[in-house]
């Protein structure tokens, strides 16, 4: 796995706990929430693009 795809599942995963503890506290935080949750999406559509460009060969003529 390149480095680049561990480190953003890394990421992905770490925003993940910080998400689930936000939303766990007594007076959850609205824009946290939303803004952790976007960072993970970006991510997410990162490592798609990534994975994406990974699985597609190129043609040889």
Same mark, same amino acid.
């Given at each position: &796995?390149? #480095? /680049?795809?561990? *480190? @953003? &599942? +890394? =990421?992905?995963?770490? !925003? #993940? +706990?910080? @998400?689930?503890?936000?939303? %766990? =506290?007594?007076?959850? #935080?609205? @824009? +946290?929430?939303?803004?952790?949750?976007? !960072?993970? !999406?970006?991510?997410?559509?990162?490592? %798609?693009r !990534? &994975?994406?460009r *990974?699985?597609? /060969?190129? %043609?040889?003529?």
């Amino acid at each position: &796995m390149p #480095d /680049t795809v561990f *480190r @953003l &599942m +890394e =990421r992905h995963q770490k !925003l #993940d +706990e910080h @998400l689930r503890r936000a939303q %766990s =506290r007594k007076f959850p #935080d609205p @824009l +946290e929430i939303v803004r952790l949750k976007k !960072l993970k !999406l970006a991510i997410k559509d990162r490592l %798609s693009r !990534l &994975m994406k460009r *990974r699985t597609v /060969t190129p %043609s040889i003529h």
